[in-house]
């Protein structure tokens, strides 16, 4: 059964989330909280429930959970900590914007989990929790940030466009990308030395079979035992031997030409095929996507940086519960936590 994954807003938003606010902050935290974000308060419940969970989570992989104290400690608080400040941000961001998450729509996602990883199998649901260490109330939660984050990321994004102009201006400026260089069919002899090189060709020149002596003398593993054959596409083989075997008529044979991994005898045996390129209606759909999930993910980077300085200010954090460092892009651990 295909293990449920839970991704954390910053990783559902598909950008990474700038600096957390530096604190600083001048309101008073409720000594029944550990932070103040803007008008909102975290609370001592709310910051044990994560690393509760965080706890499980390590009982259910077997893993030691780091004492109280440690560094490692101090890590997981940090973590706990910063995800719920960003997520703070961004409840409250989105009360601004009229964006409201029910009990009912955390229950439907749920619902559709259930279905979709479990074929609606309670039992099988259950023993997944158990298994991953996690409650159906910290997944619920989890499920709530990540809905949160979807409508967040709709509405920042939803009427961002990409036009034909700009799609023709990155086709026409990425060619290559759409197409397929130029190629032909050759063989080669590689040797080690000039000397070689040079009797091979007169032996060549002499009417001497070039697929015997590819066979016989060609140290290229690759294409010796097939008489040398082999077929090149421009730009992907060594400068020296790129630019002598499409320079070379068909059937010509060239003198020896040395590169890297030593001395070439090479023939054409076909026609140079030209370069292709698709046309711009075959890859217009594809650019397009492309384009609309670069300035999506633009977009939305540039709103997260905005939430994060219009808070900075507004962070105050209870004696012994403020970050080591609110410095930095780290994705908190926990939670959410994950089932995979």
């Known amino acids: 059964m295909r293990p449920l994954r839970l991704l954390p807003v910053a990783l559902l938003l598909a950008v990474v989330l700038v600096a957390a606010g530096c604190g600083g902050g001048s309101k008073s935290v409720p000594s029944s909280a550990v932070a103040r974000v803007g008008s909102d308060t975290i609370t001592k419940d709310q910051f044990n429930f994560l690393l509760a969970g965080a706890q499980r989570s390590y009982t259910a992989k077997k893993t030691a959970f780091p004492k109280p104290g440690t560094a490692s400690y101090k ?78 990321y709709n509405a920042v994004t ?43 060709e007169t032996q060549l020149k002499g009417g001497a079979s070039f697929a015997a002596l590819a066979k016989k003398y060609s140290k290229d593993p690759g294409s010796a035992k097939t008489g040398g054959k082999l077929t090149i596409t421009k730009g992907q083989t060594v400068p020296e031997f790129d630019k002598t075997a499409f320079a070379l008529k068909t059937n010509e044979i060239s003198p020896p030409v040395h590169t890297q991994y030593g001395w070439h005898i090479i023939q054409a045996l076909s026609p140079v095929r030209p370069a292709t390129s698709k046309p711009l209606s075959t890859v217009k759909a594809q650019i397009s996507q492309q384009l609309l999930q670069t300035k999506r993910t633009a977009a939305m980077t540039n709103w997260l940086a905005g939430v994060k300085k219009g808070f900075s200010k507004q962070i105050s954090y209870q004696a012994g519960y403020a970050p080591a460092s609110t410095a930095g892009t780290t994705v908190p651990s926990i939670p959410p936590a994950t089932t995979g």
Do not use: C, W
């Open 158 to 200: 939803g009427k961002i466009k990409v036009s034909n102009a700009e799609i023709t201006t990155y086709y026409n400026a990425n060619k290559a990308q759409y197409g397929t260089a130029a190629s032909r069919d050759v063989r080669h002899i590689l040797v080690n030395n000039k000397k070689l090189a040079d009797t091979l």
């Open 75 to 152: 890590t997981l608080q940090d973590q706990a900590m910063q995800y719920l400040v960003q997520q703070s941000e961004l409840e409250q961001k989105a009360k601004d914007m009229g964006i409201v998450i029910t009990d009912k729509d955390v229950t439907a996602r749920l619902t559709q989990i259930k279905q979709q990883y479990f074929g609606g199998k309670e039992a099988a649901y259950q023993k997944q929790l158990k298994a991953q260490g996690l409650t159906e109330p910290q997944l619920k939660l989890d499920l709530r940030a990540q809905i949160l984050s979807e409508k967040l």
